[in-house]
């Protein structure tokens, strides 16, 4: 069965910090994977997406990811945390079984950046 | 444009009552989606559509019946709202495989 799982539900960096988000997937077929964030009273948008191309994955507003089949991770990252990262973030998995597509979100964490 | 969007955006009602949520995308996606955040944020899948045909129907009550008129509209219908349904239910849609694009939400307070 596939799974997601983000380790961490809060998460707290200063502003110019590294940001590190991580996230872990179960899959027994190769996955398509996402990054999305929430801020507050919108609906989810996606940051970046794997869809078996390159493993290094850039995406909007600065953050990438970087896919590591060895260790089924799929880590969000940002070098430096801006005031406007705090968020939700949501990582999902995308597995294609009997025909149809199955999307699995994780849990989310929420970013919250310190002055 | 809106690519996906959904009305109302809050609804407040009584426990008891049946109500509806609308939503509609502009992409031309075959696949649609319902998920509900509750308050700590979990977001999980209700439904999911292909093609105005019902493919996943999750762990939901069936006192919600989603209806798609046609591949660019899925609805929400909720009878007999109980306190419990008090959440903010997402639409969206996605091309096969691809990332999903979300509408803007719906609030529901029911009381």
């Known amino acids: 069965a596939q799974s997601v799982t983000q380790l961490g539900s809060h998460v707290s960096v200063s502003e110019g910090a590294l940001v590190l988000l991580r996230c872990n997937y179960s899959s027994s077929v190769p996955p398509y994977l996402f990054w999305y964030v929430q801020y507050p009273n919108q609906g989810l948008q996606l940051l970046l997406k794997y869809t078996s191309a390159a493993t290094l994955v850039k995406g909007i507003n600065g953050f990438e990811a970087e896919f590591k089949k060895s260790e089924t991770s799929f880590h969000l990252t940002k070098p430096s945390a801006h005031m406007s990262d705090a968020a939700e973030y949501f990582c999902a998995v995308s597995v294609r079984t009997s025909g149809t597509y199955k999307y699995i979100f994780g849990t989310g964490t929420r970013l919250k950046v310190l002055a | 444009d809106t690519a996906v969007s959904q009305t109302p955006k809050y609804l407040v009602t009584q426990m008891g009552n049946d109500k509806s949520i609308k939503c509609e995308q502009n992409?031309?996606?075959?696949?649609m989606y319902w998920y509900k955040q509750d308050s700590k944020k979990f977001l999980k899948i209700m439904f999911s559509y292909n093609n105005k045909e019902l493919i996943i129907n999750e762990t939901v009550p069936n006192r919600f019946s989603p209806k798609s008129p046609d591949k660019a509209h899925l609805n929400l219908h909720i009878n007999s709202l109980e306190l419990g349904d008090s959440a903010v239910y997402f639409c969206?849609?996605?091309?096969?495989?691809?990332?999903?694009?979300f509408g803007p939400g719906t609030r529901l307070t029911v009381l």
């Open positions: 969206a849609s996605s091309p096969p495989g691809g990332e999903q694009f």
């Open positions: 992409l031309g996606h075959d696949t």
